[in-house]
């Protein structure tokens, strides 16, 4: 589960014109045993945005929204975005750290500065994929903690960085705990509620999740932080399957942004929820909207090149795909485009961009990321699925939460185990068993696990469904689907696209 700040792994519609605690051992797939490796531990756009309404009112003319306000300076921007949530472009980022740098080498018991530095790292290495950051994160939040005759205030500054980073590297546990801390220290502090939500979410607790998003909304918040919590709150409403909540939650924090990269933030958000939906038009307008808005957005480069290979804009997919993958690629933005080659019949460029998931993820490890749910799901499709169930049956037992549930079922069936995977599909998409959230791979996972089955009518009403969230869900399995339902003897209402 990408880390959900603005929607970032949200799906919608519109807007547009220490370590921590040390973790047990986990079991590595065979090519980490096999391999060594060696890991360095290392925007102005402006205008008004014109609002496009969730699709049961976008046929109605709306005023345009209002422009941004005037941005603040670059540092005071990305200041705000360590101190209250609100995103920032990496290059004001990058200025902070210099400048926190330098504070504390000059006042090493500065234990606020330690711990935006420590956070700034976190922002910074999730923006960039670059988890060489986590590592410096953690000593920063470290060295604030240890400060003698802490301030609450200041303690608060370096639980909210750690429990961020435990995000980051998907140790919901730890982040629960941290979040928890924080919660009991400021439980006025809009900042403490949106860390321990992504946790509870991650640990597959919905109904903390919702209760947490509860008591945030009932907090009284300024405008500079309310676009905050309205993303926050789309992203779990988008978990809850209310999707025309989460839009307008979305839409209203596009339009009250206060900075490009804020607004920027919204709209790959907003780009992501009417991809997962099938609007293609939709999701390409916010995702080419964000990239204007912030070039440094990886999240809707590669948003842009799923939309563009759906749309059949191959060679613009690729393009944006690579710069999506930057010099630091994104391991989940590698799996994507491995599939999208293999769509194509370009099975060497796929594996090549599957060796260099495994090569990134080798690296994030080393930065103290949890990525057995993306290797999981690799070793599944291209590689061992005995393996992936190891993987993946490890991550259940400590943080199971939908996408896992969702991957493990997927991961049996591969294995030839359908009688057990059938039960954690129907976890992944079962809303009486929490899986709310719309997703038509989860769908098609289950449909194929039916059929698997011999259950003809379920597998049937699952593959269709599956087609009518996303038409265009996947490059491989929207084809497998459409086959599946001949094979079952009817065909999808979809056109095949183009």
Not at 18 to 24: A, F, I, K, L, V
Not at 216 to 244: F, H, I, Q
Not at 259 to 266: V, Y
Request: some cysteine; glycine content about 8%; aromatic content about 6%.
């Amino acid at each position: 589960m990408e880390n959900r700040q603005y929607g970032h792994s949200v799906p919608g519609t519109s807007l547009v014109a220490e370590s921590p605690e040390p973790r047990r051992p986990r079991r590595r797939p065979r090519w980490v045993r096999w391999t060594l490796v060696t890991a360095a531990a290392g925007s102005t756009a402006a205008g008004a945005v014109l609002i496009l309404m969730p699709a049961q009112e976008r046929h109605r003319v709306l005023p345009p929204a209002p422009a941004p306000r005037p941005a603040a300076g670059p540092r005071t921007q990305a200041l705000t975005t360590v101190t209250a949530g609100v995103p920032a472009a990496l290059p004001d980022l990058a200025a902070l750290i210099a400048r926190q740098e330098r504070t504390v080498q000059a006042q090493p018991h500065n234990a606020r500065a330690w711990a935006v530095l420590g956070t700034a790292y976190v922002e910074q290495g999730r923006q960039s994929a670059d988890t060489a950051d986590y590592p410096k994160a953690e000593r920063a939040l470290r060295a604030a903690l240890e400060v003698q005759d802490l301030r609450d205030a200041d303690r608060a500054a370096a639980l909210g960085g750690m429990a961020a980073l435990a995000n980051a590297r998907r140790d919901f546990p730890q982040a629960k705990e941290y979040g928890e801390q924080l919660m009991e220290l400021t439980p006025k502090q809009w900042t403490a509620y949106p860390p321990l939500i992504d946790a509870y979410t991650g640990l597959g607790d919905y109904k903390n999740a919702r209760s947490t998003l509860d008591k945030l909304m009932g907090l009284k918040t300024d405008a500079a932080t309310r676009p905050a919590v309205m993303a926050r709150a789309s992203a779990v409403y988008r978990d809850r399957g209310w999707r025309e909540d989460a839009v307008a939650q979305l839409t209203d924090a596009a339009s009250a942004a206060r900075t490009p990269a804020e607004q920027a933030a919204c709209l790959t958000g907003l780009g992501q929820l009417a991809w997962e939906r099938g609007d293609l038009s939709d999701a390409l307008r916010h995702f080419e909207a964000a990239g204007r808005l912030d070039p440094g957005q990886r999240a809707a480069a590669a948003g842009q090149g799923r939309t563009l290979a759906a749309m059949g804009r191959t060679s613009q997919a690729l393009a944006a795909y690579q710069a999506a993958s930057g010099k630091q690629p994104d391991p989940r933005y590698a799996l994507e485009l491995g599939e999208l080659y293999e769509s194509l019949g370009m099975n060497r460029d796929a594996e090549r961009q599957y060796d260099v998931l495994r090569e990134r993820a080798q690296v994030a490890e080393a930065g103290g990321v949890d990525e057995d749910l993306l290797l999981g799901q690799l070793e599944a499709d291209h590689g061992d699925p005995q393996e992936a169930v190891l993987q993946l049956e490890d991550e259940w037992r400590r943080q199971p939460g939908i996408e896992v549930a969702d991957a493990l079922g997927w991961a049996l069936h591969r294995a030839g185990d359908d009688e057990e995977a059938l039960t954690y599909a129907e976890t992944a998409t079962d809303k009486t068993k929490g899986g709310g959230v719309r997703s038509a791979l989860y769908v098609f996972h289950r449909g194929i696990i039916e059929r698997e089955l011999d259950q003809d009518s379920s597998a049937r009403r699952h593959l269709k469904e599956a087609l009518q969230i996303n038409p265009y869900f996947s490059p491989l399995q929207a084809p497998a689907a459409r086959s599946a339902l001949r094979e079952l003897g009817d065909v999808p209402d979809e056109p095949v696209p183009q």
